[in-house]
């Protein structure tokens, strides 16, 4: 059981831990203005580590579609209470305090906006028409958080030093007589069996007796004539 619960700890920390795509980092131009900003989703941005003097008479975060910031675009507040303002309701809460990047800000776009409609980020001075600092968005940004899959494709290293020599027979090499000649290994020619030696071995020991029992009797006519 504490396993488990320390599994969904270790889950809820790691959720926790997912700022979402980074969008890029503010560029400073006026009282200090760092951080680095993430789209959590299409309806929040995320400022990590948020840094600001807090000198600033009538200062928000300011977002818009046009090419760069200017008096068009869409005030997102800080602290978000659920309400939207126009820019020029005096009513809409101003960046008050300094801010010396221990903070992370999270701040909501309003129904109509999403954060691929957007092209730039600023910490705007309303009252003196004046860009704090600014990012503007890389073209075409996305959502969605690309994984680079690393292939290895193993190629044989085995080169032809590395294989042994072909082995040549001299019979197979009919074109070179020298080789033939100088090589150790004679190809004999394989000697057939001669199916008539039977035959003849057959009817020579035939003959033979033939011969020795007309000889015995030619031997045994004279021995009794002469008798």
């Not at 619960?5 to 889950?11: E, G, P």
């Not at 926790?16 to 989703?41: C, P, Y």
């Not at 080169?159 to 004679?186: G, I, M, Q, R, W």
């Amino acid at each position: 059981m504490k396993t488990f619960a320390s599994l969904l700890l270790l889950v809820a920390v790691a959720a926790a831990q997912d700022d979402g795509v980074l969008i890029g980092e503010l560029k400073t131009k006026q009282h200090g203005v760092k951080g680095k900003v993430f789209a959590v989703d299409e309806k929040t941005i995320l400022i990590k580590n948020f840094e600001y003097d807090g000198a600033g008479p009538d200062a928000f975060f300011w977002v818009g579609t046009s090419e760069a910031p200017g008096n068009e675009g869409y005030i997102l507040a800080h602290p978000f209470a659920g309400k939207f303002y126009k820019y020029d309701d005096e009513s809409a809460p101003i960046l008050t305090g300094r801010f010396d990047g221990t903070r992370d800000i999270k701040l909501t776009l309003p129904d109509d906006l999403d954060v691929t409609d957007l092209k730039w980020f600023s910490v705007w001075c309303r009252k003196f028409t004046v860009n704090f600092g600014d990012l503007i968005f890389p073209e075409n940004f996305s959502l969605d958080k690309t994984t680079t899959v690393s292939t290895t494709t193993t190629v044989s290293t085995t080169t032809t030093a590395d294989l042994p020599p072909p082995l040549v027979h001299p019979s197979n090499d009919l074109d070179n007589e020298d080789a033939f000649e100088d090589s150790d290994v004679k190809a004999e020619p394989e000697s057939e069996p001669d199916h008539h030696d039977g035959h003849r071995s057959r009817y020579g020991a035939a003959s033979n007796v033939v011969s020795s029992s007309v000889a015995t009797a030619v031997a045994f006519v004279v021995a009794k004539f002469l008798l």
